[in-house]
């Protein structure tokens, strides 16, 4: 087999797909399968060209083949028109979302790409990324070897596809034409992991007058822990927000005693730092620090299957029949976090002086005898778990993520004597996931300190009459440095341990438990429509037409487990019974959608195309309804040269999770320096998202093999619906009482604790937040995006070299209010875009690639580039506080080779080598000390993928 032209140009990007008419091949023969004319994605007419007025870029697999066929997560994030994707199952930047992946177009959010399959709905993952409230479409449920090209529309398309179109579409095409037996293998691997695996396999039967073609993969990846890359722990000094935590264990205590000038008779009288926080591992900062991401994961374990079957076949009457299933898994079995996280309220902490813990330590540690001997007691400022790692485990505390997609699609198509086809098609689509997240107690851990842990019932705090401290199955929880036995990352002794002292594994299992819930997506939708053309006749031949109709009910539901269920378990301040994570009530809403909708491809003249189409939503409801129109034009100025044009309105109805429930998420507090519990509240009154876009392109070839295009977008969007940033509600909180305004109403969304009782809220004592999902500021976001490729015809051979940037001209975000608050805005382009609740925006990516085809060979290198962008919030100070102006997060570069053998004989083998000079993601001011929304952290890659065909090929 010859490598030909149409995979030259390949994954970087994007191979536009051929000219001319998008017909399959068409067999008139009665009771032989007949070829539908192509419908493409932008447009519901059939028979519309390829190379219409609509900017669709076109990915076959042949092209990802010819770059080492790279998961739809790698291809999706090396996109110029990505930005800001999840999908490295890290759980600093996918908060609970590990194991999916997902696709943002245009920077404006996942859930504002539309994401089809056959150019069908897909439902919504059951899980929300949780700082944005969106629910987004799983693209990790699709088998790669189903897949036979990826349609790419950088266009909205609410006139033509509904809801969640405004940053375009993604349409993912399955295979149809296999015949025979396909099995394909793939390996790679990195520094610091044991390896990733991907094996699938197809098998494809061809008949007279049907197809039947059936896809299955299966796709493992290894645990990598943070702790095997060197730029993601860094030392405090480097960054001192790279996961560095104020509340440690060992921790810091405030001794307790008589105060005859506080009216109560006792507080505060002093603080006691434990003297064993470096020989556990830990730093001093004024207080002891715990780097908790030594304890997570860059990559969780991971393992996932997916099979997809289809079956098409023309009965008698030339009515077509399309049916086609699908289910996929997804297992994250053991997924990693710190080994306890910080307590939201600390008052509950207290221990009495005759601990056995607090006696040890008194009579270990002479200096602070004095103070503490003068004490009844103590309050622990501190997490339960830290240097000395999670005692069921070892190491980290260990929990869950478990994923499962069923999708059942049927559609028949035909023709009307006069022409006119008509479809209609019923897809229904349900997605499970269950996540188990273990947290501490609350009052667990209050008698478990006073020593009737095991005994009592950490859920209540009941303690069994007659019990003893201490004694029988009663057990003391040991905040001290005395119980830890050794750093549990580095295995190094404790030098101030005491036997008997430790906390036991028993105990530790009794204080904690799983914050979890299983939540379900459904997606029922009904398609009919007709299309054709007319008898009107314009300029350049006859006018095509479409109508169509839709119903589609959406189903969400959320089923808590007991402990986590806020109605049966409220906890001692309504939040739910854990230190750190709130529970969430039971939920389960639907909605139903109906839709109706019109589109004319219009040959104005022979050289000129104009599409024409506009449709109606009703949400009914608070919601109501939306009206949306779109008009685009293509002119071929002559046979090389052509000018293509867009406008439309675009909308997105809110999903179900953004109209009411609540959620608690975990988000770094900078003024606090820690982790803290950001609580979400849904709005059922929210508005529609709206968008006003165009796009304004050029196109141009010769017959020299060269090739370009150059396109303007913009997008003007309205009541665009996010979740309040938890920093711009801090920092107005901040401001607030730094004027000495203490009855802000911003400040109702901040509940402090007050620690060392002097009556003053300051930032260490901030406990959680509270945010609404709402319509937010407008955006208006401008861009480029540019393509070149020149392709030489050397006889024997080939060889091109193309590239493709895109440039983000603006992100401009208006101001808006929260309470009493204004929240400024601003252009976010260039900017990290952690202190609001935009992603990151690099101004702009580029892709260069050089491609020699030689016979059954093929060599390709890809250079890929990041621009350099700016943390606005500036650089950490020593007390981990942002300050100065903004600080650079540099460009990255990296190339990657590829080699490609197709053999005569169904064979065929693939080396890739990725990040080939090992290129470091670089520094960024977060947990992980990267950008995982922009950067591949993984280093250099070697793959091998080997693929075999068995009988007619495809």
Known sequence: MKFVKGLAFGASGIAIAAAGPAYAQDNEDDGELRQQKVTVTGSAIAGTPEDAA?????????????????????LIRNLGVSTGVDGQTNQFSSNGLEGTSNINLRGLGPGRTLVLLNGKRQVFAPYAIGEQAQLFVDTNTLPSAAIGRIEVLKDGAAAVYGSDAIAGVVNFITRDDLEGFEVSAQYETFE????????????GLQGDNWNWVTSAGYQFRSEVGLIEKDWAIRPYEENPVGGWSSLSNPGYFVIIGARPDLPSGSGPIGQVNDSGCTDAGGIVVGTCRFQFTQFDNLVEEEERYQIFSEYNTTFGNDIDFHLEGLYAHTDVPEWKTSPSYPPQVLTNQFLAASHPGY?????????????????FGALYIGRSFGWGGFPATGGAQEGFRTYDSYRLAGELNGEFSNDVQWNTALTWHRTEGERITNDTYINGLTIALQ??????????????????????ECEYYNPFSNAIQQNAVTGEANPNYVAGLENSQALAEWMTDGVGSVVTSDLLVFDAGLSGQSNVQAGGGSVGYALGVQVRREGYEVDPNEVTDLAQNPGPGGTGPFSFLAGTNAFDENQTIYAIFGELQIPLFDDVNVQVATRYEDYGGEVGSTFDPKVAMKWDVNDNFALRGSAQTSFKGPTLNQLSGQVTTLQFVAPASAFKAVDQFGKPDLNPESAFSFNIGALYENDSGFSASVDYYNFDFTDPIIVEDQASIVNAALAALAAGDTEAGILSRITFT??????????????????????????QTSGIDLRAEQVWDLGASEFSLGAEATYIIEYDVADFAIEDAIIPGGDRVGQFNRSNFSRSLPQWKANISANYALGNHNFRGVVRHVDSYDDERGAPNQAGAFVGGPSEIDSMTTLDLFYTWQSDYGLDVGLSVVNAFDEDPPLAYFDVSYDPYTHNPFGRTFKVSVTKTFGGGS
Request: with cysteine.
């Open 754 to 779: 007050d620690n060392n009782n002097d009556g003053v809220n300051q930032p260490g004592e901030i406990a959680r937040i509270s945010t609404n999902v709402t319509n937010g500021p407008d955006i």
């Open 54 to 74: 609509l900017p669709v870029d076109v990915l076959t697999a042949g092209d990802l083949k010819l770059e080492g066929d790279p998961s739809i997560t790698e």
């Open 192 to 203: 610091g992991t044991d390896g990733e695996y991907d094996v699938s396999a197809a098998y």
């Open 359 to 375: 006696q040890q330590y008194l009579a270990d540690n002479p200096d602070a005898a004095a103070l503490m001997g003068a004490g």
């Open 451 to 472: 020593g009737f842990g095991v005994c009592g019932d950490a859920n209540t705090g009941a303690v069994p009459a007659g019990a003893v401290p201490g004694q029988g």
